[in-house]
């Protein structure tokens, strides 16, 4: 399954771009971070939500679509 992930705020710094297509055989979204994990080590270190097109989702969440965004967290003003 091809899947674009997006990154933002500082995943992006850690990660070191904006977004990727990868080929992944994860069917959740835990399966997805468990490697992004291993590609980006350092990601361990730092809170973020998942959003699958554009909703957020929880970690046990299917992937369904093809749209993944890292997201960091927000603060509100």
């Known amino acids: ?7 933002f705020g ?3 710094e850690v990660t070191n771009r ?5 080929e992944v055989s ?5 399966e997805l971070t ?6 980006f080590p350092d990601l361990k ?3 973020f939500q998942v ?3 554009q909703e957020l989702v929880s970690i046990e969440t299917k992937i369904t679509g093809n749209e993944i965004a890292l997201l960091p967290p927000f603060s509100g003003g």
């Open 10 to 12: 500082q995943i992006a």
């Open 51 to 53: 959003a699958q097109n």
């Open 45 to 47: 270190n730092k809170d």
């Open 26 to 30: 994860a069917k959740t979204i835990s």
């Open 18 to 22: 904006d977004s990727e297509i990868i």
């Open 1 to 7: 399954m091809k899947i674009n992930i997006k990154y």
């Open 34 to 39: 468990d490697w992004i994990y291993l590609k």
